[in-house]
């Protein structure tokens, strides 16, 4: 089981004209297996709240649980998909993929098979031996996607994953996404700004709304979703 629980978790920062209060007290729980996704306009503490789930950030005060241990630091249980992709440019799809794997010291062979599995999984089989700068922003985000998920991680983390993708490419990943979640029963948690997308993924949304240049409110909405 990998439950998520935010508990009262805030943070202010030290501005240059003054505090900077960007979240106050955020509570809510991210159910073991479930697509959680987080959506709110621009400076209403997204990043910020994601940095600190992932473990990037220490909050000012409260905590992140994954099973009840507090998460002090990006490790094997958690996968993370940033928009801009960050892949090692100097190494082959299959190098990226295959990172997390070698620091685990898995053999070879194992290696090879399971970087093959994820190749598969996110439809690139053929590429292992391209470069990232051979590949389009969809394709590089398929890459990450699969770096994250290599090491099976419990909770797999998204920030504005399909942000710099074009609409027709984010339409083909949100499916493809949703298609793996599916497959690999992983929990979620993806952050964008796009309601419609948050929607269109999440089994349930957290919203976070913007006080003017101060707080937000967390809402747990509960949908239905259509699915295809
Ligand atoms: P979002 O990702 O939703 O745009 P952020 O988490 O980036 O929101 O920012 C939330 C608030 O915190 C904003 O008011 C932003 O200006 C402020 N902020 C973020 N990072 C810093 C920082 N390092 N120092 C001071 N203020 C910050
Ligand atoms: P790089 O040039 O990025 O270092 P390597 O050839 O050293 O690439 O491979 C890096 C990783 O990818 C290793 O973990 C290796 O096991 C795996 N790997 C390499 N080629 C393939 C392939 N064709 N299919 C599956 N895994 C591969």
Same mark, same amino acid.
């Given at each position: 089981a990998n439950r998520v629980t935010v508990e009262d978790v805030s943070m202010v920062y030290d501005g240059s004209n003054g505090p900077v209060e960007a979240l106050r007290k955020v509570s809510f729980d991210v159910e073991?297996?479930?697509?959680v996704t987080i959506v709110g306009p621009s400076g209403c503490g997204k990043t910020t709240l994601f940095r600190i789930i992932a473990g990037l950030q220490?909050?000012?005060?409260?905590?992140?649980?994954?099973?009840?241990?507090?998460?002090?630091?990006?490790?094997?249980e958690l996968g993370i998909v940033f928009?801009?992709?960050?892949l090692f440019?100097?190494?082959?799809?299959?190098?990226?993929?295959?990172?997390?794997l070698e620091q685990t010291g898995m053999p070879t062979d194992q290696r090879r098979e399971r970087v093959g599995e994820l190749l598969e999984l996110v439809g690139l089989e053929g590429f292992a031996d391209s470069y990232p700068?051979?590949?389009?922003?969809?394709?590089?985000?398929? /890459?990450?996607?699969?770096r994250a998920l290599a090491p099976d991680?419990? +909770?797999?983390?998204?920030? !504005?994953?399909?942000g710099a993708v074009d609409a027709q490419t984010r339409t083909m990943l949100q499916a493809e996404l949703l298609d793996i979640w599916e497959a690999t029963g992983k929990t979620v948690?993806?952050?964008?700004?796009?309601?419609?997308?948050?929607?269109?993924l999440g089994d349930r949304v957290v /919203?976070?709304?913007?006080?003017?240049?101060?707080?937000?409110?967390? +809402?747990?909405?509960?949908? !239905?979703?259509?699915?295809?």
């Open positions: 073991p297996g479930e697509f220490t909050p000012t005060e409260g905590a992140v649980r994954l099973d009840g241990d507090p998460i002090d630091g990006p490790g094997p928009q801009e992709y960050h440019p100097w190494r082959t799809v299959a190098g990226n993929v295959g990172f997390g700068k051979d590949l389009s922003g969809g394709m590089k985000q398929r /890459v990450a996607l699969a991680p419990d +909770l797999l983390l998204m920030d !504005e994953p399909f948690l993806f952050v964008t700004h796009d309601i419609e997308e948050a929607v269109k /919203v976070m709304d913007r006080e003017p240049g101060r707080v937000q409110e967390v +809402l747990d909405i509960d949908l !239905e979703r259509p699915r295809s």
